[in-house]
């Protein structure tokens, strides 16, 4: 089922496997002219604009954009029991992992009476994004509420696309997993018109603000990702969330039933999903396609986990030895990799570039989809060679604060003005020599 690729005579430089691993292709640029209006009315009409776009393009006008508290105590109420625990537990054990994420102050002694500080400042006002579409997720409001939360933000709002089914709100899971986390506001509107609305905020149709946001986090459709573009430097982003991808380091000591299983887990998310194993075993890759034929068959979501597996983004890829595997999967820089080999522990600790990583046959991706502690907002699109995964760290700015005396700055001055001299820039130099009377 998944297409080869042999690099067992050879492994490329970094960059050629850039260019030649299976890879989603999702062209924001291509987005940005059909998104660009969306933006711009939204801007410039508000509400009104948010809600016509609202109903263009989700067949769903709602009364009004924040939705009423009764109808997120009313979900939260109606929200079943296995369900309601599952997302407490979840929310337990984020909450316990992005604890311990919360960055401290620190003042570092540079000279005797001079000294900065590092102050961790927390975002004033932030927009989380939970998409809707082809699955409905109330995890994501657990992975982007718990940081948040423990970042000390002061002003949430999470932001859903409204559904036909549900009389313009949110789908209810969703609404009851942001109640169940203290949320009070919830916005039911999507797409790009949603990320323009956080942006520049407006006035609801009961004329109650809405604030506009600072930052804005959370996955989306490529609509989603051109808006964030857009609109990046108004506001601040995570990122650009593309389709989600696996990628699974094997050799034979890897179970193919574990490792079929785990390629098809996130191939139902979306036909763009991408699935890669990268293995010295072609036994092993002979047995998951195997596996796949049977399993695929049995799934709920057959035809788009089909669509996703058979498309250009996945495939198998071959390599002679362990290390010529991290070299691969450190070049993909997957959103999710998994290694599945012997000494799976001691191989993870090699690899360098992953949005995160699963040891072993126990850590399957789907445990970090739900319930591991760690945080399934991930880099995609191989962003994870130079970005993180959301954390603390997103809702946290460091500002330093400066504060020397007067003999420390005298005692530096003489440094301060030989560097603006030598930058041509030389009221720089008297902005200190003007504070001494004597000229030192």
């Given at each position: 089922m998944l297409s080869r690729t042999d690099l067992r005579s050879a492994v490329p430089s970094a960059?050629?496997?850039?260019?030649?691993?299976?890879?989603?292709?999702?062209?924001?640029?291509?987005?940005?002219?059909?998104?660009?209006?969306?933006?711009?009315?939204?801007?410039?009409?508000?509400?009104?604009?948010?809600?016509?776009?609202?109903?263009?393009?989700?067949?769903?006008?709602?009364?009004?954009?924040?939705?009423?508290?009764?109808?997120?105590?009313?979900?939260?109420?109606?929200?079943?029991?296995?369900?309601?625990?599952?997302?407490?537990?979840?929310?337990?054990?984020?909450?316990?992992?992005?604890?311990?994420?919360?960055?401290?102050?620190?003042?570092?002694?540079?000279?005797?009476?001079?000294t900065v500080t590092e102050r961790w400042v927390p975002v004033s006002r932030v927009g989380l994004y939970v998409p809707g579409g082809l699955a409905v997720y109330p995890s994501s409001v657990v992975m982007n509420v718990v940081p948040a939360q423990a970042a000390g933000v002061e002003s949430l709002v999470v932001c859903s696309p409204p559904q036909a089914a549900f009389d313009g709100l949110p789908h209810p899971t969703v609404l009851a997993a942001a109640a169940l986390l203290g949320v009070e506001e919830v916005w039911a509107v999507g797409g790009a018109q949603a990320q323009a609305l956080l942006a520049y905020g407006g006035t609801d149709t009961d004329g109650t603000e809405l604030a506009p946001v600072d930052l804005v986090t959370g996955p989306g459709n490529i609509y989603v990702a051109a808006a964030k573009r857009l609109l990046r430097g108004l506001i601040g982003i995570d990122a650009e969330a593309g389709p989600t991808e696996i990628a699974i380091l094997a050799d034979e000591t890897a179970d193919p039933?574990?490792?079929?299983?785990?390629?098809?887990?996130?191939?139902?998310?979306?036909?763009?999903?991408?699935?890669i194993l990268v293995t010295t075993s072609v036994a092993l890759a002979d047995e998951v396609d195997a596996e796949l034929e049977r399993q695929v068959k049995a799934t709920r979501h057959a035809e788009r986990v089909t669509t996703a597996l058979t498309g250009a983004q996945s495939g198998t890829v071959l390599v002679a030895t362990v290390t010529d595997g991290l070299r691969v999967v450190d070049a993909y820089a997957a959103e999710h990799l998994e290694i599945q080999t012997a000494d799976a522990r001691a191989v993870a600790a090699r690899v360098r570039n992953a949005g995160a990583v699963f040891v072993g046959a126990w850590s399957p991706v789907s445990l970090g989809d739900y319930c591991a502690g760690s945080n399934h907002v991930l880099p995609t699109g191989g962003c994870a060679r130079h970005s993180s995964g959301l954390s603390v760290q997103t809702f946290l700015r460091g500002i330093h604060v400066v504060d020397y005396s007067e003999d420390a700055l005298r005692e530096v001055s003489g440094h301060v003005v030989a560097l603006a001299e030598a930058e041509d820039l030389p009221a720089h130099g008297q902005a200190v020599t003007a504070r001494f009377r004597d000229g030192a």
């Open positions: 960059a050629e496997l850039r260019t030649t691993l299976p890879r989603a292709e999702v062209d924001v640029d291509a987005a940005l002219h059909l998104v660009r209006p969306i933006v711009e009315d939204v801007r410039t009409r508000g509400v009104d604009a948010a809600l016509e776009l609202t109903e263009r393009f989700d067949g769903v006008r709602p009364a009004s954009v924040r939705v009423p508290a009764e109808a997120l105590a009313s979900a939260l109420a109606g929200l079943d029991p296995a369900v309601r625990a599952a997302l407490e537990e979840s929310t337990s054990r984020a909450r316990r992992v992005h604890a311990d994420q919360v960055r401290v102050d620190k003042t570092t002694q540079v000279v005797p009476g001079g039933v574990h490792v079929a299983a785990d390629l098809i887990s996130q191939a139902e998310h979306d036909p763009l999903a991408a699935s």
